[in-house]
């Protein structure tokens, strides 16, 4: 598992930092108008690949998991499903585009959206097969260079001309060359086509219902904070926003390669009866997915204007944005562990209606907070909806659940180091200290800390507790 999960870490590094470098460029280059515009496209084509799978594809890779099933007959069938679902999303788009060219403001950009998706839908299909197989490393990689690609083909092209048209152009070129490459690595598992089976559909049909939650859960914290600061606020606020959004969720990639890589082993260790081997790895899970998120919030209450700052002065409005994200990115985590606990145990019920739930609640208090408060009302939302929701499905997992769930147990030794570099910058401020000085000799005390108190506990190490953990 070390490996696998190397491999996505690496991968979701990646894709951050090129994110960020991407932001920083066109944050600098075009301003936060450009840089909202083409959020919102970028918004409204993942939609679009989202309606076109509604959890299809996690409800495959679940069941391409587990052992003595006929995997061709599951791809087969989720093909034609899936083929279903997105002519019916081409059809919406045709019907839809004039709206949609004037809402994204964006000439043609239906017709991006329209080849994005379709090549994009078939590249996802691609990754579920990949994933279920255990293939990490191939996904990884397809997972980054898309990104990757996509960026630097945009920056080139920006070079010769202003027009944000050549982002939708290069998004549109990008995807058809993954979906090529993606079907060559597919041909080679040696699948053979067999008809649709009418009871895997229907069983599939049956996981979709609830895994499609998932699904539009992702919809309704990442999109609609962004759509609805776009419709009360304008594109300049969705461009602050949206660089703050990918701050904070660049402290989440540790949680969500681990999360990534451990699902499929949740779902077969499930079907073997084995929940000791999965409150095992939870607790591990969660402590190695809170370890960036808690220093970072620490950091933010106290250079929050100078690191918004290093993006350009119209970017420091959004200070406080960042607080109030890294907080809840202490929740997302959490959340996330206990979906896919939920779905992997045959518990996947219980996270449709705690996902229905979610969406629900950050829908109505984004309405509400950001008439009222603007973009930190959008923040404060998706944090509070995110931590009503964790402690809704901790309770539920701790109550009805064989699986042990001890998620302070995991970070105790995090939190304390924290609180302790804290007190230590704040301590510097004294002496003057430039503030990425500050930060980084912060940092070295909070891992000091950290190491000293499990030493004292009698427990490992971080280094020894991740790769003792992982090589199991």
Same mark, same amino acid.
């Given at each position: 598992?070390?490996? !696998?999960? &190397?491999?996505?870490?690496?991968?979701?590094?990646?894709?951050?930092?090129?994110?960020?470098?991407?932001?920083?460029?066109?944050?600098?280059?075009?301003?936060?108008?450009?840089?909202?515009?083409?959020?919102?496209?970028?918004?409204?084509?993942?939609?679009?690949?989202?309606?076109?799978?509604?959890?299809?594809?996690?409800?495959?890779?679940?069941?391409?998991?587990?052992?003595?099933?006929?995997?061709?007959?599951?791809?087969?069938?989720?093909?034609?499903?899936?083929?279903?679902?997105?002519? @019916?999303?081409?059809?919406?788009?045709?019907?839809?585009?004039?709206?949609?060219? &004037?809402?994204?403001?964006?000439?043609?950009?239906?017709?991006?959206?329209?080849? &994005?998706?379709? *090549?994009?839908?078939?590249?996802? *299909?691609?990754?579920?097969?990949?994933?279920?197989?255990?293939?990490?490393?191939?996904?990884?990689?397809?997972?980054?260079?898309?990104?990757?690609?996509?960026?630097?083909?945009?920056?080139?092209?920006?070079?010769?001309?202003?027009?944000?048209?050549?982002?939708?152009?290069?998004?549109?070129?990008?995807?058809?060359?993954?979906?090529?490459?993606? =079907?060559?690595?597919?041909?080679?598992?040696?699948?053979?086509?067999?008809?649709?089976?009418?009871?895997?559909?229907?069983?599939?049909?049956?996981?979709?219902?609830?895994?499609?939650?998932?699904?539009?859960?992702?919809?309704?914290?990442?999109?609609?904070?962004?759509?609805?600061?776009?419709?009360?606020?304008?594109? *300049?606020?969705?461009?602050?926003?949206?660089?703050?959004?990918?701050?904070?969720?660049?402290?989440?990639?540790?949680?969500?390669?681990?999360?990534?890589?451990?699902?499929?082993?949740?779902?077969?260790?499930?079907?073997?009866?084995?929940?000791?081997?999965?409150?095992?790895?939870?607790?591990?899970?969660?402590?190695?997915?809170?370890?960036?998120?808690?220093?970072?919030?620490?950091?933010?209450?106290?250079?929050?204007?100078?690191?918004?700052?290093?993006?350009?002065?119209? @970017?420091?409005?959004?200070?406080?944005?960042?607080?109030?994200?890294?907080?809840?990115?202490?929740?997302?985590?959490?959340?996330?562990?206990?979906?896919?606990?939920?779905?992997?145990?045959?518990?996947?019920?219980?996270?449709?209606?705690?996902?229905?739930?979610?969406?629900?609640?950050?829908?109505?208090?984004?309405?509400?907070?950001?008439?009222?408060?603007?973009?930190?009302?959008?923040?404060?939302?998706?944090?509070?909806?995110?931590?009503?929701?964790?402690?809704?499905?901790?309770?539920?997992?701790?109550?009805?659940?064989?699986?042990?769930?001890?998620?302070?147990?995991?970070?105790?030794?995090?939190?304390?180091?924290?609180?302790?570099?804290?007190?230590?910058?704040?301590?510097?401020?004294?002496?003057?200290?430039?503030?990425?000085?500050?930060?980084?000799?912060?940092?070295?005390?909070?891992?000091?800390?950290?190491?000293?108190?499990?030493?004292?506990?009698?427990?490992?190490? =971080?280094?020894? *507790?991740?790769?003792?953990?992982?090589? !199991?």
């Amino acid at each position: 598992m070390l490996k !696998k999960f &190397s491999y996505l870490f690496i991968s979701n590094l990646g894709l951050k930092f090129n994110s960020l470098i991407f932001s920083f460029i066109i944050a600098h280059w075009q301003g936060a108008s450009f840089l909202g515009a083409m959020f919102i496209f970028l918004s409204v084509h993942s939609f679009g690949l989202v309606l076109a799978k509604l959890g299809l594809f996690y409800s495959l890779e679940k069941k391409l998991s587990e052992v003595n099933i006929d995997k061709n007959k599951y791809i087969s069938s989720a093909f034609a499903i899936n083929i279903a679902l997105l002519a @019916f999303l081409l059809l919406i788009l045709i019907i839809f585009s004039p709206y949609l060219d &004037s809402y994204i403001g964006i000439n043609n950009a239906t017709v991006a959206l329209g080849f &994005s998706v379709l *090549f994009g839908n078939f590249i996802n *299909f691609g990754y579920a097969i990949f994933k279920s197989n255990l293939q990490f490393e191939l996904f990884s990689k397809l997972q980054f260079f898309r990104d990757f690609l996509f960026r630097a083909l945009s920056i080139i092209l920006l070079f010769y001309t202003s027009s944000i048209e050549v982002v939708l152009i290069s998004k549109v070129m990008v995807e058809l060359i993954l979906l090529i490459y993606t =079907v060559i690595k597919v041909s080679k598992y040696n699948l053979s086509w067999s008809s649709p089976s009418k009871a895997i559909i229907k069983e599939l049909i049956e996981l979709l219902r609830y895994n499609s939650v998932l699904e539009i859960r992702t919809v309704t914290f990442n999109y609609i904070d962004i759509w609805m600061i776009n419709f009360f606020l304008g594109d *300049f606020y969705v461009g602050l926003y949206q660089l703050v959004w990918q701050i904070s969720t660049g402290v989440l990639i540790v949680g969500k390669a681990l999360i990534g890589v451990t699902f499929p082993y949740f779902s077969r260790w499930s079907s073997e009866g084995k929940y000791d081997k999965i409150s095992k790895y939870t607790g591990f899970t969660i402590k190695l997915s809170l370890f960036m998120p808690f220093p970072t919030l620490f950091l933010s209450l106290t250079y929050s204007n100078e690191i918004m700052s290093f993006f350009g002065e119209e @970017f420091i409005r959004a200070s406080i944005v960042l607080i109030i994200l890294l907080f809840g990115s202490l929740f997302r985590p959490l959340q996330e562990i206990t979906s896919k606990l939920l779905v992997s145990t045959g518990k996947a019920k219980i996270s449709y209606r705690i996902s229905v739930f979610s969406g629900l609640l950050n829908i109505a208090l984004n309405f509400i907070l950001i008439l009222l408060l603007h973009i930190e009302g959008a923040a404060l939302a998706t944090t509070l909806s995110n931590i009503i929701i964790a402690s809704i499905s901790i309770f539920y997992i701790k109550k009805h659940s064989p699986i042990e769930f001890k998620a302070f147990k995991a970070v105790k030794s995090n939190v304390m180091a924290s609180i302790i570099m804290l007190l230590t910058i704040y301590s510097l401020q004294y002496f003057n200290f430039f503030w990425i000085v500050g930060s980084i000799i912060g940092l070295i005390m909070w891992l000091t800390v950290i190491m000293v108190i499990e030493k004292r506990e009698g427990s490992e190490n =971080v280094y020894d *507790f991740i790769t003792r953990s992982l090589r !199991k």
